[in-house]
């Protein structure tokens, strides 16, 4: 019976049935004359490279339609029949990778075996270049598979051969997969070009079009096959240099960080090695609790912009949290793991004894601190003539930051550079932190900090403050928000005892803005009340014991400062804000002073002054709304905009 080929078959072999030389037929019929000239007309096949029957092929040339191979007619109906399935203009393209890429790495030195390999269906499925002198086998992989099954294969022929460099066909969960592990993935397509087909290499990276070369513009190292866009990535350090011969990124996971809690365990030692470490990030141990879970060792990748944690407090996860996993790629491997979040939120007290990773060091009432120098006023300054011993870069830096405070400013460390002439925009933190202490000693109570007038490049107190006043002995508050009231206080004071009157230059444009009638009657009322509670503080005084008379005393003589600088503060409205916190926290400092228990005599005394009754005894219900108020201060997120660190001391 005869059959009729209606396939339009764009391909054959040429020189056997059995041939690797692929060829294409033009589709037009005047490129279809000079192909016929160049080649001759009948030594085209059906080849069995190309899932063909074998076959010889003939040419046929239309003129309306367009031309291609086509089987002899089968007229007694004897031959076998043909079962190839892919006729197209790309259905030779394992032939012409083959010959391209031998030809290729052959310019380049390498001597390559290639192999064409049936994965299932054909042999178009993959091209293999198997290069000994480097161990190294390049796969075209053509056809896409499963992720299992290619994951099989990836998998043993990495134990056969070392290193596999993996091409792919289509873009598929295995392109993606390759991404997501190493930054980038590689791809081929071939173009048409005359009776060939023009091999091209893309680079498969996250977020960004493919990006295509020919394969002249690529070349085969030891690190594997490298692109111009792969060249170009690595120079950017976006991806590591043989990347595809590392370990593999992390996989990850989503975790809920709301419900996961860390605290630092101080004695391990931070792990640099590890395949978990990412650019930009750094890893940290400790314990991590997930809300209802036993509590777990792990790791944290936190971002290098985030402060270090520190055994001052546990930690709430924030952000983008998830669950890094290292798969175990090798024998003998084991699987890593480690929690990744974005920033984290500080718990303290009751929140952070309720997690069970911390107990309070000491009883709250042990350690006093020594009076504030703010509590005394800051008589005119003299220039503390430079000790001996004091290096000169202090003395220098010294007299600028007097002359910084004259101008009612504040500082950088870049701008002191440039005031001074000297390089400290490249020391290191601790180097700064010294000179610093070097300039404000040796410390005289009655002079103003200088120290204060270094802020950072956000206009944020140096993350390292806190440390120069305890290296100082000046007592500070513990808490970042309050620490930078205090130390905005502390800059106030150095401009006016360096004699200068107007407001910092930095924040003008932000106090300038004057108060609401209603923000001044609050504030009012709480001046009020500021005033009432003193008067209280000051006629239990006498009578307080002990380190509870010793923390009253200090406290009388805050909320005294307070009280005075009310004054220079009520026409502005963002120095009236702050100062109204402040006078929060007074009031909640005294209302725990004075609330001990009392003899019932004590407030019967004739010198006890008269007290507004709203004064004597704070509702329950306001306590409440302060204490819960002041929680809610504590546990706001560490801002990473501005690389501030806990105000906990450290060295
Ligand atoms: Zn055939």
Not at 384 to 411: F, K, W
Not at 432 to 459: H, I, M, Q, T, W
Request: proline share 7%; with cysteine; net charge positive.
């Amino acid at each position: 019976m005869a059959q009729i080929d209606f396939r339009l078959v764009q391909t054959a072999v040429m020189g056997g049935r059995d041939s690797d030389q692929p060829v294409i037929l033009p589709e037009e019929p005047h490129n279809l004359d000079e192909f016929r000239r160049q080649f001759g007309k009948d030594d085209f096949w059906c080849g069995t490279l190309l899932g063909g029957c074998g076959e010889r092929l003939m040419t046929k040339r239309y003129e309306t339609k367009v031309c291609h191979f086509s089987h002899f007619p089968d007229r007694d109906g004897s031959r076998a029949a043909c079962h190839r399935t892919a006729n197209g203009v790309d259905s030779a393209d394992h032939l012409f990778i083959k010959a391209h890429v031998t030809q290729w790495l052959a310019g380049q030195g390498h001597a390559a075996q290639a192999e064409l390999c049936s994965l299932g269906h054909g042999p178009g499925d993959a091209v293999d270049f198997v290069l000994r002198a480097t161990n190294q086998r390049l796969r075209f992989e053509l056809r896409p598979s499963d992720y299992r099954s290619w994951r099989g294969t990836a998998d043993s022929l990495a134990a056969k051969e070392g290193h596999v460099e993996w091409v792919f066909g289509l873009e598929s969960a295995i392109t993606r997969d390759m991404t997501a592990r190493y930054g980038y993935a590689l791809r081929v397509r071939c173009e048409t070009d005359g009776n060939s087909r023009r091999v091209v290499i893309g680079t498969v990276t996250e977020n960004r079009p493919v990006a295509w070369s020919s394969l002249e513009q690529c070349r085969m190292t030891g690190d594997g096959l490298i692109t111009l866009d792969l060249e170009e990535l690595r120079g950017r350090g976006l991806i590591r240099e043989g990347a595809a011969r590392h370990d593999a990124v992390a996989g990850s996971l989503p975790l809920r960080g709301a419900e996961i809690v860390f605290a630092i365990d101080g004695e391990a030692r931070p792990d640099t090695d590890s395949p978990l470490v990412e650019g930009g990030r750094y890893l940290i141990s400790g314990f991590i609790k997930p809300a209802g879970h036993r509590i777990l060792r792990a790791q944290l990748s936190l971002p290098h912009d985030t402060p270090r944690p520190t055994e001052q407090y546990v930690y709430q996860l924030a952000g983008a949290v998830r669950l890094l996993v290292t798969e175990a790629d090798r024998p003998g491997e084991s699987t890593r793991w480690a929690v990744r979040a974005d920033s984290l939120i500080q718990l303290k007290g009751l929140d952070a004894e309720r997690t069970g990773l911390w107990r309070p060091p000491v009883a709250l009432d042990e350690p006093l601190p020594a009076p504030k120098p703010a509590t005394r006023p800051a008589p005119a300054p003299t220039t503390i003539p430079p000790q001996s011993q004091a290096s000169r870069t202090a003395t220098v830096l010294r007299q600028a930051l007097e002359d910084v405070a004259r101008e009612g400013a504040t500082t950088t460390w870049k701008q002191l550079a440039e005031r001074v002439g000297l390089d400290l925009a490249h020391l290191p933190d601790p180097k700064r932190r010294d000179l610093l202490v070097e300039v404000d000693k040796p410390r005289d109570r009655n002079r103003s900090l200088l120290c204060v007038l270094v802020r950072a490049p956000s206009g944020r107190p140096l993350s390292y403050l806190a440390t120069v006043l305890r290296l100082l002995q000046v007592s500070a508050p513990a808490s970042e928000s309050a620490l930078y009231r205090w130390s905005d206080e502390q800059i106030r004071a150095a401009h006016t005892a360096y004699g200068n009157r107007t407001p910092p230059v930095q924040a003008s444009a932000a106090i300038a803005e004057a108060a609401r009638p209603a923000e001044v009657r609050a504030v009012q009322e709480q001046l009020t009340l500021l005033k009432a509670q003193l008067a209280v503080g000051r006629a239990t005084l006498p009578r307080a014991t002990g380190r509870r008379a010793a923390r009253l005393a200090t406290t009388v003589k805050d909320c005294e400062q307070h009280q005075r600088l009310y004054e220079s503060v009520q026409q502005r409205r963002q120095e009236l804000r702050l100062w109204q916190r402040e006078s929060e926290r007074l009031l909640d400092d005294l209302d725990r002073l004075i609330g001990h228990p009392l003899p019932a005599s004590a407030t019967a005394k004739n010198s006890t002054p008269a007290v507004p009754p709203a004064a004597k005894s704070p509702s329950r219900r306001d306590r409440t709304s302060t204490h819960s108020r002041r929680r809610r201060q504590q546990t706001s997120p560490v801002c990473r905009s501005c690389s501030s660190r806990p105000a906990t001391p450290t060295t």
